[in-house]
């Protein structure tokens, strides 16, 4: 039987001037070779000054490593929308990414906000994941902005970045336990909370993802800590993301 995929869900390359960070290509390769990490699915930083150079770096990055990483879009919505989608266009169908972000605090979207709106029904649109910061940055982070979006989207998938960031959890659970279509990444969460969510929402729904290269031996030993179920294990750390991002090698 082939081994598992393990995959983290949510980093970021290039430089944030919002958060004041840097991810490296060597960063990320470090710490995965270190924790075992399979394949990472990489986004600019909100605070990347071109968004669509951090793009094509991003696809670049994905050439010079194939089936190890994979791109997702992120860029503000607040703005010329006809720019906005033509960017997420040829972010899906000519660089083959893999999702959509909407950074609720990085960007200033409100979920709830026509920008906002926009972002989901352009993810719906192209057939992608939309993925949503949520935790820091309330009101407009709160988890539960997102269920209108679930709810008027029913065949989009959303992922709640950071699950509420381990103090608004409980609300990502919330969520995720009102709309099928919510999907948990843990990166920030505390360990009982993670087992928590696997074992109220169920591990199809639940993945791991790190957010920043030093994070990964961190998310990737609180998995370990928990003494999951094997299959449990396995589809949490890299088999739901591999059904919900469809993913390919």
């Known amino acids: 039987m082939a081994k598992a995929k393990v995959i983290d869900t949510h980093a970021h390359l290039g430089e944030c001037c919002v958060f ?26 909100p605070g990347a000054k071109e968004a669509a150079k951090t793009h094509d770096a991003i696809a670049e990055l994905c050439a010079k490593h194939p089936g190890r990483f994979f791109g997702l879009a992120s860029l503000s919505p607040h703005g010329d929308h006809d720019a906005y989608r033509r960017e997420a266009e040829r972010c899906i169908k000519d660089l083959n990414f893999v999702g959509i972000k909407l950074h609720t605090i990085g960007h200033g979207v409100n979920p709830l906000s026509d920008d906002g709106d926009f972002v989901f029904a352009t993810a719906h649109d192209l057939g992608v994941p939309a993925m949503v910061h949520t935790g820091a940055g309330v009101p407009f982070a709160l ?18 970045a950071h699950a509420g960031m381990a103090v608004f959890t409980a609300e990502a659970q919330v969520a995720a336990s009102v709309c099928g279509n919510l999907y948990l990444e843990t990166s920030w969460c505390i360990g009982e909370d993670i087992r928590w969510m696997i074992s109220t929402i169920g591990p199809d729904r639940v993945m791991m993802g790190a957010d920043l290269p030093s994070n990964v031996p961190v ?12 299959e449990v294990y396995d589809r949490v750390m890299g088999g739901t993301a591999l059904e919900i991002f469809k993913l390919k090698w």
Not at 21 to 41: H, K, P, Q, Y
Not at 143 to 160: R, S, T
């Open 20 to 45: 004041g960070l840097l991810s490296t290509e060597e960063d990320m390769m470090r710490r995965m070779d270190e924790n075992g990490v399979d394949a990472t699915i990489v986004q600019p930083y």
């Open 143 to 160: 988890p539960a902005l997102c269920i209108p979006a679930a709810k008027k989207y029913p065949g989009l998938n959303i992922i709640l």
């Open 219 to 230: 998310e990737v030993a609180k998995y370990r800590s928990l003494d999951l179920a094997p």
